[in-house]
């Protein structure tokens, strides 16, 4: 179940998620393990299914979500490697962390500055993913949760104003089809996600 037009996810198995949805969290995943992390915050992480995921691989898990809805569900992705936290991004007092993921989080927040400056501060990594203004124009009526989207210069800009050094750039092109939701070295799809240092 979709609610909130869509933005947010309400299922109770994993086989019950967007695909498009586990591939960007998988990627992430597969990057952090890459980059040697063992802790990551999992930044707006909604009913927690990507955190699951992130948990299954040996990485303990900080993770924030400020919906009271989203915590039934938690429960039905629960690991021992996994804290669910119900707080606000803005608010969250944030431990210190390998690695965060902040997945098609960053175009909710009104001040996605200070997010991602409170992410630098807690950590060494992070794995982003927004929506491609170049692909996916932003009409306030067609995405009624997002305050923006991002092409790749204001992305930059925006993750180097906020003290990130952007190392990879990877894409997704399309939601349904198993093979283009995949994340892939680019960025001219629907999804962009960049790694930081």
């Known amino acids: ?63 924030i979500d400020r919906s009271e809805d989203a915590e039934p569900y938690q429960r039905n992705f629960a690991h021992p490697l996994v804290m669910f936290n119900t707080v606000d991004c803005a608010d969250a007092k944030l431990p210190a962390a390998d690695i965060a993921f902040t997945i098609e989080t960053v175009e909710h927040l009104d001040d996605d500055l200070g997010w991602l400056k409170k992410l630098r501060a807690a950590c060494k990594f992070l794995v982003v993913t927004v929506p491609n203004q170049d692909v996916v124009r932003f009409i306030q009526e067609h995405h009624r949760w997002h305050k923006r989207h991002y092409t790749k210069f204001q992305l930059a800009k925006l993750l180097e104003a906020a003290g990130w050094e952007p190392m990879e750039w990877h894409t997704q092109y399309e939601k349904w089809d198993r093979d283009k939701a995949q994340m892939r070295p680019g960025d001219d799809g629907m999804t962009l996600g960049v790694i930081c240092k």
């Open 1 to 63: 179940m979709m609610i909130g037009g869509g933005e947010r996810l309400m299922v109770s198995t994993m086989e019950k998620v967007a695909f498009n949805h586990v591939c960007r969290y998988r990627w992430a995943i597969h990057k952090a393990l890459e980059l040697g992390a063992k802790t990551v915050i999992d930044g707006a992480c909604g009913i927690g299914y990507g955190s699951r995921l992130a948990a299954e691989k040996g990485l303990h898990v900080y993770a």
